[in-house]
């Protein structure tokens, strides 16, 4: 086994091969970028090395650097994690040559797979089946445009390297097939560093079904059961489930030999991926094989009982497998959520920003989370913009669906906009419960499902208050334990007032809404009135404790009620009972009007960096044209006309680096 292993990668992946190589006694050296220079993963590790400035290509995918720090570190080993340089050809053979382990596929496997229409020409003489399409050599527009023409629309553009997503755009009509292409290229190169496409026939309804395999280099090869990823956005996996519902035993075996067959035909070693396409027929077609470890392996682990990651390690320190396939066995139903730092209520747009508290479940045997980011620290526009990911296991799907109900419900992140209140209305949907998802499912959600609704309800007003209401005692009875004069009036808590009863006032906000609540204390307990949006009702009587981190313990009217209640300058966040309610604690002084115009149609919607830009001042143009478009978080937005109208200005040229909310083309309507 290895002495000391270097995890080129960051975030939740490099802290979860750590978990593994600690436990079986190896060394663990970490790389980080100026970004995360305090990420959990770094200070996971044995050791920590920084490997450039923050952008992605000066510091995780530069290769010299991250060989650099290898050889500094003293390791004999380097694990890719998944993205970045993981199913890089030339890095796995660079860092062969630099006398140490790769601990993933050997390099012709990663070149012969890490092509899908070479990749595609292999599964064909293998006897796997493959999806009808184009995946020549020429990538000429007009000839991409053909070959569109020729299978028949819809079609799906893809990137012929990586994944995840990038460089992949599904194309309707021949009037799309150009943007798509530009667009697609530079999402590719700027992921992969390779533009060549390829096009597929776009499958109706289709399910995705992916076989995880592992070999080892004495000839093994065993498939670890199925997984379904079928619920996507944008091609990026959202949930993913095993065993994958639905299928017969007869599909199942059928799709796990097409696997093994897959895996053997390029002499594979360690652990891989073999992604299938599932029509309504419950035909299956080869799409692509990652050559590397998946994010979603968590499931596969706990349906199996299996550690992936100890494979991988044991594998390339050139033992046999640990288990054979007569001895693998799949017990029960394993689902895992995606939790990322983007808006769905503004098409899923990234998110960045500082994490100011950060909460999950506990972690039992029915619940894991892997998480790579802490409180306090930045997601930033650089990477990836996910959180964590929730996984959970049970008996049965149902009941592991309830528990993913469950423990996304304990999420709590105050910063960033995250989409857990959307994975609960996916996991609530109709077809998902049902078990028939398919890729189509989330593009079918009514916009409803998109909309997180963070109104206050009576409790959620009566928390907020209370924890201002305790934070503020207890600055006065600091301040007075400080203070020269302990008995001064000015750090009395009891709202004393000439000539009216005692009580103070809080003006709490959200949107436009806004209550004032009074508070009366009388030996421990305040009375509370309010006026505003919220029923006036029944004064609640209402006293409490703050606990640890931002606890609150609250006794309202004789009901005990534990909750989370997060203060970030003037912002109010109140978790409750799986719910987040959001309010703003208003100056008295502050009319709470909005002045100034409103934030314009074409203004950044996030930090990025501008791509391409199809605007030209004087020129007309149509909805719907794109006018620039913006590169963040490694996916492509584009900033489109909502009207007929004039390009005034354009402000920003491709390549620079803007800011949210930054004007980046002036527009008149016609």
Known sequence: MFNKLLIANRGEIACRVMRTAKRMGVSTVAVFSDADRDAPHGLMADEAIRIGPAPA???YLHVDAVLGAAAQAGADAIHPG???LSENADFAEAVAEAGMTFVGPPVDAIRAMGGKDHAKALMEGAGVPVVPGYYGA??????LRAEADKIGYPVLL???????GKGMRAVTSAGEMSEAIASARREAEAAFGDGRMLVEKLIDKPRHVEVQVFADGRGNCVHLFERDCSLQRRHQKVIEEAPAPGLSDGLRAKMGAAAVAAARAVDYQNAGTIEFLLDTDERFYFMEMNTRLQVEHPVTELITGQDLVEWQLRVAAGEPLPCTQELLVSRGHAMEARLYAEDPA?????????IHHLAFAKEDQHIRIDAGVAAGQDVTAHYDPMIAKVIVWDKDRDAARRKLLEALGCVEVVGPTVNRDFLLA???NEDFRDGTPDTGLIDRMPDADFVTDHAPDRTAVVLAALRILLMRQDAARNRAERSSDQGSPWHQTTCWRLNDEAHQDLILRHGVAEVTVSASPAHGVYALTWAGSLDEGSAPSVSGQLISGHGLEAEIDGRYVSACVVLVGNEISVFNAGHESRLSLADPADTGDEIGRDAAAFGAPMPGK???VNAVAGEKVSTGDTLVVLEAMKMEHAIKAPVDGTVVAVHYSVGDQVEEGVDLVEFEED
């Open 158 to 164: 893809k990137a012929a390297m990586g994944g995840g």
């Open 346 to 354: 503004k098409g899923f747009l990234p998110s960045p920003g500082r």
């Open 138 to 143: 020429d990538q000429d527009d007009k000839t």
């Open 426 to 428: 996916l996991v609530e």
């Open 610 to 612: 501008v791509v391409a």
């Open 57 to 59: 290509v000066e510091s």
């Open 82 to 84: 998944y993205g970045f």
